[in-house]
């Protein structure tokens, strides 16, 4: 193929030069990596990508790999061009007929074509190289005798003049085809380290592209997501507005009540101080002593603790205090909201820990499982064994980061759900899930409660799903209740500071509950 064809073969269509880093689509055209992503970027947002060649449409970005024998045909023929470019000179004895030279005599300062090169005098002052026109370049600027040696210590070409009695002389010196062979060996190193380093370049672009593309092909999900999140927190926002405007209205009609309650209190007071002015100013021995209502009458103490506690509370209140707990309370379940929705993804098994469950339990054989059994399933005794309370915890433990655990709570009309210390009493009427060593969720009836130090907070709305999450925050000192109804709604946190590992637990006095999932740890 000549010359001006192949060099037509190697043009890149996009910038119409030499390829320079070749690449190609799934369609086969190939182009500079530089130009198709320039093209690539153009058309991104635009629904779509395609070939500048052929127009064939890709729904994605489309990754782009190395041509690599493409690569190697440019290398090839631009390392070719600097001895191509010799034909240009031409025989300084050919004066009838321009015929190429094929070397250059810097002896004689002439270009020799193959014919006149063969009968060119062969004695060794005749330095023969590449054809060339510019041979005063490769003679010494001061004596203008040929350069052929190179001096290391000032790196520079000399002749031999320079080197017996010039300013080099003395100098370390080296023929100039070692020295040359020399630098190429040190070129050679170099290129190859550029080479590692750009094939290292070229594959973090590429696996820069492939993530790219994952990103994008997330971001609709990711932006349905938020979009969500946001109209969730708008609704919660407003709720929590309507509730702290609720506490400060609420607030001035409590005082109102309780100023009516002491003036209602007040007016009886003096009602009985008037019935006692009269039965002191009476003559009558027998009358004063026959009055019946006479204890209702000394009785001074009654609501006195009542009424005092009140006042207190209402007079001592700060002005604002309630309003900001309020606040901050709704804010902080808000920000909780966001980092279960956000952040908590994936999630492992939690398996029941049978050398735990009391003998009316039953544990399936995958240890997701718990049921009240009417038969004793004859476990051994032990000191780890829950004996009074038909409960059992998991085997595994949680004492750092943040996790969760989620169980299918619709088998059973009565349970409770949490996490406990492993020091928990296995024995005992205050062995129960709910105790000083541990928290929980509680169901009896239609009742819902939370519990902990054996202290019950009934929740004011009913779990609506048949599913609930135990979310745990070790560092924060938070154990958190969820009803996985959508969207999810926090239902109560419990915040301290824990001094153990904290094992999940469940309490079941009759039916079933499953296990459906928890993590390991959510970074």
Same mark, same amino acid.
């Given at each position: 193929m000549a010359s001006?064809?192949?060099?037509?073969?190697?043009?890149?269509?996009?910038?119409?030069?030499?390829?320079?880093?070749?690449?190609?689509?799934?369609?086969?055209?190939?182009?500079?990596?530089?130009?198709?992503?320039?093209?690539?970027?153009?058309?991104?947002?635009?629904? $779509?990508?395609?070939c500048p060649e052929c127009r064939e449409k890709f729904p994605n970005r489309p990754a782009l790999h190395r041509n690599i024998t493409l690569r190697n045909i440019v290398e090839n023929f631009l390392s070719a061009q600097p001895y191509q470019e010799g034909s240009e000179v031409f025989c300084t004895h050919c004066v009838d007929s321009l015929v190429p030279a094929v070397r250059s005599c810097l002896l004689c300062e002439?270009?020799?074509?193959?014919?006149?090169?063969?009968?060119?005098?062969?004695?060794?002052?005749?330095?023969?190289?590449?054809?060339?026109?510019?041979m005063e370049s490769r003679k010494c600027s001061v004596h203008k005798k040929i350069l052929e040696y190179y001096c290391t210590e000032d790196e520079t070409c000399i002749c031999v003049t320079c080197s017996l009695a010039g300013e080099h002389r003395g100098h370390q010196v080296e023929m100039l085809d070692e020295a040359s062979e020399k630098k190429k060996e040190t070129l050679r190193n170099v290129?190859?380290?550029?080479?590692?380093?750009?094939?290292?370049?070229?594959?973090?672009?590429q696996s820069l592209q492939e993530h790219r593309s994952k990103v994008e092909e997330k971001a609709p999900g990711d932006t349905e997501r938020v979009t969500a999140l946001f109209k969730d927190l708008r609704r919660r926002l407003e709720d929590l507005e309507k509730k702290v405007l609720r506490e400060i209205s609420g607030r001035a009609e409590r005082i109102s009540i309780s100023i009516r309650d002491l003036e209602i209190?007040?007016?009886?007071?003096?009602?009985?101080?008037?019935?006692?002015?009269?039965?002191?100013?009476?003559?009558?021995?027998?009358?004063?002593?026959?009055?019946?209502?006479?204890?209702?009458?000394?009785?001074?103490?009654?609501?006195d603790n009542e009424d005092r506690e009140r006042y207190e509370?209402?007079?001592?209140?700060? $002005?604002?205090?309630?309003?900001?707990?309020?606040?901050?309370? $709704?804010?902080?379940?808000?920000?909780?909201?966001?980092?279960?929705?956000?952040?908590?993804?994936?999630a492992a098994d939690i398996l029941l820990d049978v050398n735990t469950a009391h003998n009316d339990l039953h544990i399936s054989?995958?240890?997701?499982?718990?049921?009240?059994?009417?038969?004793?399933?004859?476990?051994?005794?032990?000191?780890?064994?829950f004996q009074d309370y038909s409960q059992v915890m998991s085997s595994r433990s949680f004492s750092s980061g943040k996790n969760y655990w989620e169980v299918d709570v619709g088998g059973s009309d009565s349970w409770r759900v949490g996490m406990c210390y492993p020091s928990i009493d296995r024995r005992g009427?205050?062995?129960?899930?709910?105790?000083?060593?541990?928290?929980?969720?509680?169901?009896?009836?239609?009742?819902?409660?939370?519990?902990?130090?054996?202290?019950?907070?009934?929740?004011?709305?009913?779990?609506?799903s048949n599913r609930v999450r135990i979310y745990?925050?070790?560092?924060?000192?938070?154990?958190?209740?969820?009803?996985?109804?959508?969207?999810?709604?926090?239902?109560?946190?419990?915040?301290?500071?824990?001094?153990?590992?904290?094992?999940?637990?469940?309490?079941?006095?009759?039916?079933?509950?499953?296990?459906? $999932?928890?993590?390991?740890?959510?970074r």
């Open positions: 001006a064809d192949l060099r037509a073969e190697l043009e890149c269509s996009v910038c119409l030069n030499i390829y320079t880093d070749s690449v190609n689509l799934r369609c086969g055209h190939n182009f500079c990596r530089v130009c198709i992503d320039r093209v690539l970027d153009t058309q991104r947002g635009s629904g $779509g990508y395609s002439v270009s020799l074509c193959d014919k006149h090169l063969r009968v060119h005098k062969k004695s060794p002052e005749h330095i023969l190289c590449d054809p060339t026109l510019s290129l190859q380290k550029l080479l590692t380093k750009r094939e290292q370049m070229e594959e973090k672009v209190k007040k007016e009886e007071l003096s009602r009985k101080m008037r019935h006692i002015e009269e039965l002191c100013n009476m003559t009558d021995p027998l009358t004063v002593l026959q009055e019946s209502d006479t204890g209702d009458l000394c009785d001074t103490e009654d609501g509370k209402l007079l001592h209140d700060g $002005g604002g205090l309630d309003v900001a707990g309020v606040l901050h309370t $709704g804010l902080s379940d808000i920000i909780t909201e966001v980092n279960v929705y956000f952040y908590i993804q994936g054989d995958d240890r997701k499982t718990v049921s009240r059994s009417h038969r004793n399933q004859n476990r051994p005794e032990t000191p780890e064994r009427g205050q062995s129960g899930i709910g105790n000083n060593k541990s928290w929980g969720l509680d169901k009896t009836g239609n009742q819902y409660v939370v519990i902990h130090d054996s202290k019950e907070t009934h929740l004011p709305t009913n779990i609506s745990l925050d070790y560092e924060a000192g938070r154990i958190s209740f969820y009803d996985l109804c959508d969207p999810i709604r926090h239902l109560h946190t419990f915040t301290t500071t824990f001094t153990e590992p904290l094992h999940a637990g469940i309490w079941v006095p009759k039916g079933c509950l499953k296990i459906c $999932g928890g993590n390991q740890e959510i």
